[in-house]
């Protein structure tokens, strides 16, 4: 949303304050609406950084600390309580 530049945004993502989107916990034919719009957003990311003139190292930077983050249990679902066997509270499993 151009609020703020890529070296901002790579040093927010090593902090403790950024909660990420849980990885994708769906299997190819159960995917419902919800799960495919949370994958669509959490991809976006990248392409904004990209656009924004990230280098790769950037890109790379916080894919590493994305993958803490969830590590650490900083994600949306812990966050709002969402069944662990969703990837959103609308979808569930096939």
């Known amino acids: 949303m151009g609020e ?6 790579v040093l927010a993502f090593e ?3 950024v909660v990420v ?3 994708v916990n769906v299997r ?11 994958m669509g ?3 976006t ?8 003139g990230a280098t790769v190292e950037q890109m ?15 994600t949306l679902d812990k966050l709002y309580g969402w069944s662990t ?4 509270p609308e979808g569930q499993p096939g």
């Open 4 to 9: 703020m530049n890529v070296a901002q945004a």
């Open 15 to 17: 902090g403790a304050d």
């Open 21 to 23: 989107y849980p990885p």
């Open 28 to 38: 190819e034919g159960t995917e419902m609406w919800a799960d495919v719009e949370d």
């Open 41 to 43: 957003a959490g991809s």
């Open 45 to 52: 990311l990248f392409s904004d950084l990209q656009t924004a």
């Open 60 to 74: 790379d930077r916080i894919g590493v600390n994305i993958e803490r983050l969830r590590a650490e249990g900083r």
């Open 85 to 88: 066997e969703a990837t959103t």
